[in-house]
């Protein structure tokens, strides 16, 4: 049976996308421009997601012995290109000293060269949660994306939108705290310490998870104590402390009361003072 003749890449030439991503490209020109582009007429996209392009070594000594196999993806601007998607494939052949790269050229808006270049970059799984929560809120701020857009247009739920845009309004003080506790690729506790208003806060739960080894369910617990403690302050109530209770259903007999001497108390810190606790009622008389 003939195959339908179909415009796009040959099928010699394989891209790492999937089916939507290479529609998408497909549906801006009749048959997309690939051909050799000098190295010197491309630049680099003002508004790359990625703030760093990490090691590319590895990708220097593939380009070296195999050449480029994937070309990279740009538009015209005048009589020079700016890359939409690629930069580290662009950035490891001029290293390697190539004079020229293979390009799709692609005639598209500013807001979707940052709409295909974000797709591209979180399918390749190549930014940092820093770098998509900033590049998301971008879609948002500068070209009036929703989140309900964005949702459709990356292909993750809305919910998550939501949230990981939150992460980007974490300033870039806490974001080396972050950085130094080894937490800034964990999503989950971004996600909860995004959740409060203020740097002070913030720190005191960054620490806490790092001397603590809280989980995201602890982390969860604590932010929601400091909140809870944030707006006993707004409505001009004292700050209580911290009271754990107990009633097991099966067994009135008793209730298990413990008073902290602070506001905010982990899953964790609960723990350990129920252990103490045993600890000591098992030592003998």
Do not use: W
């Amino acid at each position: 049976m003939q195959k339908n003749k179909r415009s796009g890449l040959p099928e010699s030439m394989a891209m790492r996308h999937d089916t939507h991503f290479v529609d998408f490209i497909s549906k801006k020109a009749a048959v997309p421009l690939v051909r050799m582009i000098s190295l010197e007429r491309i630049e680099a996209n003002p508004h790359q997601a990625r703030s760093e392009l990490g090691n590319i070594q590895e990708l220097m000594s593939s380009i070296k012995s195999k050449g480029v196999l994937e070309p990279i993806l740009v538009r015209p601007r005048g009589d020079r290109y700016e890359i939409i998607a690629g930069e580290r494939r662009f950035m490891a052949s001029k290293n390697v000293g190539l004079k020229e790269i293979p390009c799709i050229e692609m005639n598209v808006s500013d807001n979707e060269a940052m709409e295909i270049s974000l797709v591209e970059n979180l399918q390749r799984k190549d930014l940092d949660v820093f770098e998509e929560a900033d590049g998301l809120n971008a879609l948002m701020d500068i070209y009036g994306y929703s989140h309900a857009q964005i949702s459709e247009k990356i292909g993750k739920a809305r919910s998550t939108i939501t949230e990981v845009i939150n992460i980007s309004k974490i300033s870039a003080s806490i974001r080396r705290l972050c950085q130094t506790r080894q937490m800034d690729k964990n999503r989950s506790l971004l996600i909860e310490i995004s959740k409060l208003k203020g740097e002070a806060e913030m720190r005191q739960v960054i620490e806490a998870i790092h001397e603590r080894g809280l989980k995201r369910e602890d982390t969860r617990d604590l932010t929601k104590l400091f909140k809870d403690g944030e707006r006993a302050k707004e409505s001009g109530k004292k700050p209580r402390h911290y009271i754990f209770h107990y009633s097991p259903k099966e067994n009135r007999a008793y209730r298990i009361r413990i008073e902290f001497k602070k506001e905010a108390v982990s899953r964790q810190e609960i723990i350990k003072a129920l252990e103490e606790l045993l600890a000591k009622l098992k030592l003998p008389s």
